[in-house]
């Protein structure tokens, strides 16, 4: 029911939607996804397609300009973004300035805001060219500050891009790049990172995209919203679930294995705990990035040679859990967070950059949804609430209190 025309015909008539499970805050065609089937499309485009035949940078291009470009296109857009993509020194005194614990999602959220200061044409975006001039920088400089933040935890020197490697690749040699050690890219690492990349890509009016929606719908600017969408990303409700899957599978096996134990206390209703990487706001069978995920991390242990004792508890978590009343009757199923971890601390990247990995995938999802806003001249958002508390009191003086 669009019920945004109704407006003066229902004066006090509001609706009460805790959590907006059931409230459509725009209209949007970027992507769609049917919770109870399992589909989830970047413009129509299935993702186990995009995951198969597709890579990152045209799947930016996708949800960014609405069709995969064609092979001109994808070479001056990226040319575009590769010429954006220096960061002003300066930024790397407010990097200096965060102790080395810093969470990377904190100095990530910062830094972002903080490019406002140095690109400031970005922040009042007037005309297409300067969207398109915004859009280009943000996706330039985001993987470098993904790469300094991973570097700064490592105490690794700050690495620069190379322009003849493409978008993942580049990221991927800024980030693992070791001083005075010929950098060797393994097609097996690109490949899993972008498969990665493109799966986290988008995913509708997700917790940090309406973030960034919201905060852009004041017309603040593109940094400052995708900024926003970074901060809602972090906690462990939403993309920090993946830091929070390999912390919880860690404990389990350090405290013995036993995952049956974990399965009770999730359905504990007097525990607090939960499984995490089960359960979905919207899907309610499976989360097909899951599915896809799920073998790639199992094509890249085997790769790797590695075997990870990790691994045998998430299988055997899901497996009963899978089989559990509890889980089937709420519908909770491995969601994409579930395998992306395993997959990252195969890959060697530390715990708290989990999520900093998702945020890099995520960014053409915000960028896109905040230039459809923008575009659609959404009114800015600003939703009413149901007042419960007292409605008139008298004031008492401090010493009569
Ligand atoms: N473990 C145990 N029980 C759970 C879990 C879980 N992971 N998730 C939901 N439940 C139970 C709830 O206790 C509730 O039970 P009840 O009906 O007996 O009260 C029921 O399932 C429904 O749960 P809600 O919290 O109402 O579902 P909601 O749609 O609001 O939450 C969410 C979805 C936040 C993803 C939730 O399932 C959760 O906390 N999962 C763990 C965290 C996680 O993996 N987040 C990543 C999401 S995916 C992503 O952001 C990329």
Known sequence: IDISKLRGLTSGITTLDPGFKNTSSCK????????????LRYRGYSIEELADKSDFLEVIYLLIFGDLPTKKEKQQ????????SLVDEDVKKILDGFPKSAHPMG???????????????????RSEKDMYNAICKILGKFPVLVAWAYRKEEGLPLAYGDNSLGYVENFIKMMFE???EKFVMNPVV?????????????HEQNCSTSTVRVVGSSHAGLFAS???GISALWGPLHGGANQAVIEMLEDIKADGGDYKKYIAKAK???????LMGFGHRVYKNFDPRANIIKVAAEEVLNDLGIDDPVLDIARGLAQVALSDEYFKSRNLYPNVDFYSGIIYRALGIPVPMFTAMFALGRLPGW????????????????????????TERAYVGIDKR
């Open 77 to 84: 857009f990226h040319r575009d973004i590769q010429t954006k």
């Open 268 to 274: 504990d209703k007097n525990d607090p705990f939960r």
């Open 226 to 228: 995708i900024s926003s």
């Open 190 to 202: 690109l490949d899993a990172i972008d498969k990665l990349l493109i799966l986290h890509a988008d």
């Open 178 to 180: 070791l001083p005075n």
């Open 28 to 39: 949007s065609a970027v992507t769609f996804l049917d919770g109870e089937k399992g589909i």
């Open 107 to 125: 100095v990530l959220s910062a830094l972002t805001s903080a490019l406002t200061a140095f690109n400031p044409k970005s922040v009042d975006v």
């Open 367 to 390: 960028i896109a949804q905040w230039k459809e806003m923008r575009l659609n001249k959404e009114p800015i958002s600003r939703p009413r609430q149901l007042y419960i508390g007292a």
